[in-house]
């Protein structure tokens, strides 16, 4: 099971809205291969960046209102946040680099 933090409906707003590091959101589902491939590598990036960010997931199968709010219509998903607003969203397997950019971005 992956070691990055898993965030809900109820959690969402103090886990990703209320951070005061920049937030990447996983939007991911159990049956999906690329989310699945994408785990390790954010489990990497969390590893590195440390500090200065988090990531955390989101089951669209069971936040289902999450994904409707922010409009996930493919997975994976991720949107990063700052300061409580979605500043970029990455939708799709993504190679490494591109989402060690987008969190440089947002530092």
Not at 3 to 11: G, K
Not at 29 to 47: H, K, M, S, V
Not at 52 to 61: E, F, G, M, Q
């Amino acid at each position: 099971m992956s070691s990055l933090n898993q965030t809900n409906t109820a959690d969402f707003e103090t886990d990703v809205l209320n951070a005061t590091v920049p937030v990447i959101v996983d939007f991911w589902a159990e049956w999906c291969g690329p989310c699945r491939a994408l785990g390790p590598l954010l489990e990497e990036i969390a590893a590195e960046v440390g500090e200065k960010a988090k990531i955390v997931k989101v089951n669209v199968d069971e936040n289902g209102d999450l994904a409707n709010k922010y409009g996930i219509r493919g997975i994976p998903t991720m949107i990063f946040f700052k300061d409580g607003q979605a500043a970029k969203t990455l939708v799709g397997l993504q190679p490494k680099q591109e989402i060690l950019k987008s969190i440089e971005e947002l530092a």
